[in-house]
C-alpha cells in the first residue's frame, strides 16, 4: 500500500527464495515481509502437527466448560465472528484482508452485540458472563481455534486476529497498522499476546511498561489519554519484531519455541481477559 502522491520507487532483494518489494514513496513505506521459504514450510508443518495435538488433549474440557456455560447463560456454546486473516492489496490498492470465520465458546451473553455492534471487551464488561470472565482470564475460550490452525485459517504463532471493521479503522489512525499480517497468518498466541495485556497494555512492572509515557499519547492531548490505539501501537511493535525474525530460519526457531513455551505460563497466570 502506497501512501503519498509522490512517484514510487522500488527496490527487490531475494530472500530464501521469496522477494521481498519494497516501495518507498515520499516518508513512506510499502513492503512485503520476506518470510523465509523454509520458515513457511517448517511453521505449517508446527501447525498442523500442533494444533492436532491440541484438539486431542483439549477435548476432555470441553465436558466441564459446555455445563458451566449451559448453567449460567442457556444458548449456543460456540461463538462464530468473522476476523481478518493475511494482509493483501485489494485492486485499488487499499488494504484488504482474508476474512475467515473464527470460533471461540461463547463467553458473553446472548446476542451481546445487538445494541453495542463491533466493540473491543473492555475491563469489567458487563456482557462478559462469571463463567465467561474466568474461560478469557485463562485465554480457554480460544481452544476451538486449533480448529481454524488445522485448517489453514490462522497459525499457532502469529499477530491477534481482529475485527475487519476495527482493523479498517484501526490502520487509518495508526500508520502501517495494517502491514502487522502482510505475509503472515493471524496466530492463536504470539509476541504481542504473551508479553502485553488483551489490547495490547504493558503489563505492569514490565520493560514496556516503564516506557508508558513515551509510548502513549505523543501530543499530550487529554481527551486521548488512556485511548485504546495506544494499546494497539504498542502492540504493532511486538508484532513487527515477530515479522522481522521469520525473515531469518534460526531466528524463527528460538523466538517461536520461546512463545510456545510462554503461552501456558500466561494461561496459569490469567493474563486474558
Keep these: 500500500m502506497v501512501r503519498g502522491d509522490a512517484e514510487p520507487q522500488r527496490t527487490e532483494r531475494d530472500l530464501g527464495g521469496e522477494l521481498e518489494m519494497v516501495t518507498l514513496s515520499g516518508s513512506s513505506t510499502s513492503y512485503r515481509r520476506g518470510v523465509h521459504i523454509t520458515v513457511r514450510i517448517v511453521k505449517r508443518l508446527v501447525d498442523v502437527v500442533g494444533s492436532t495435538a491440541g ?22 456454546i460456540f461463538y ?8 493483501i492489496d485489494g485492486p485499488d490498492g487499499e488494504p484488504r484482508w482474508v476474512e475467515f470465520d473464527l470460533y471461540k465458546i461463547r463467553s458473553m451473553t446472548v446476542d451481546a452485540e445487538r445494541n453495542s455492534g463491533a466493540v473491543v471487551s473492555t475491563p469489567g464488561d458487563p456482557r462478559i458472563t462469571k463463567v465467561g470472565r474466568f474461560l478469557r482470564a485463562t485465554r480457554l475460550d480460544e481452544i476451538p481455534q486449533f480448529w481454524n490452525v488445522l485448517r489453514g485459517d490462522m497459525s499457532l504463532v502469529g499477530p491477534r486476529p481482529e475485527r475487519p471493521e476495527l482493523l479498517r479503522n484501526l490502520a487509518m489512525v495508526i500508520p502501517f497498522f495494517e502491514e502487522r499480517t502482510r505475509g503472515l497468518k493471524p496466530g492463536l498466541t504470539g509476541l504481542a499476546q504473551v508479553s502485553l495485556g488483551y489490547t495490547g497494555a504493558a503489563i505492569a512492572g514490565s520493560d514496556v511498561a516503564k516506557l508508558h509515557d513515551t509510548l502513549t499519547n505523543p501530543f499530550d492531548i487529554p481527551e486521548a489519554e488512556g485511548a485504546l490505539a495506544d494499546d494497539m501501537r504498542i502492540k504493532l511493535g511486538f508484532d513487527l519484531g515477530y515479522a522481522a525474525a521469520l525473515e531469518d530460519f534460526w531466528s524463527y526457531v528460538r523466538l517461536e519455541a520461546w512463545i510456545i513455551v510462554q503461552t501456558p505460563i500466561v494461561m496459569a497466570m490469567s493474563r486474558g481477559r
Design 55 to 76: 484438539l486431542v488433549l483439549t477435548l476432555p474440557l470441553y465436558v466441564p466448560i459446555v455445563v458451566a456455560v449451559l448453567a449460567e447463560s442457556p444458548g449456543p
Design 80 to 87: 462464530v465472528q468473522r476476523r481478518a486473516g493475511r494482509l
